[in-house]
C-alpha cells in the first residue's frame, strides 16, 4: 500500500505561482513512476506531468514551459513547480503513483487561478 498526501494549492492571481507538494508513504520501493494530474468539474481527470524512478518526465502540452516536475530523495516526495499560472489552469490537483500493480492517488488540493 502506497499512501499519497497533498498540499500547497490555494488561491492565486494569475501570473502568479504556486508550489505543489506531495509526500508518499507505505511501500514506495516500488513506485515507478509519479506524477500530477488535475480536474476541473464536469471534465475527464487529464495528465499535467509525469517523472519516473530514473527521473524523466512528461508533460502536458497546455503547461510545458510554465510547471515543472521534480522529487526529492528517491520517490517519497514529489513537486510541482507552477509559474505563469493562467485561470484555465484552476482545479482540483491530485498526486498519483503507479506500481506493477496498483495506481494510487491523494486526496486531491485545489488550486484556483483569479483575480
Known amino acids: 500500500q502506497v499512501q499519497l498526501v497533498e498540499s500547497g494549492g490555494g488561491l492565486v492571481q494569475p501570473g502568479g505561482s504556486l508550489r505543489l507538494s506531495c509526500a508518499a508513504s507505505g511501500s514506495i520501493s516500488g513506485i515507478y513512476v509519479m506524477g500530477w494530474y488535475r480536474q476541473v468539474s464536469g471534465k475527464q481527470r487529464e495528465m499535467v506531468a509525469l517523472i519516473t524512478s530514473g527521473g524523466n518526465t512528461d508533460s502536458a502540452d497546455s503547461v510545458r514551459g510554465r510547471f515543472t516536475i521534480s522529487r526529492g530523495n528517491g520517490m517519497n516526495t514529489v513537486y510541482l513547480q507552477m509559474d505563469n499560472l493562467k485561470p484555465e489552469d484552476t482545479g482540483v490537483y491530485y498526486c498519483?503513483?503507479?506500481?506493477?500493480?496498483?495506481?494510487?492517488w491523494g486526496q486531491g488540493t485545489q488550486v484556483t487561478v483569479s483575480s
Open positions: 498519483n503513483a503507479q506500481t506493477d500493480l496498483h495506481d494510487y
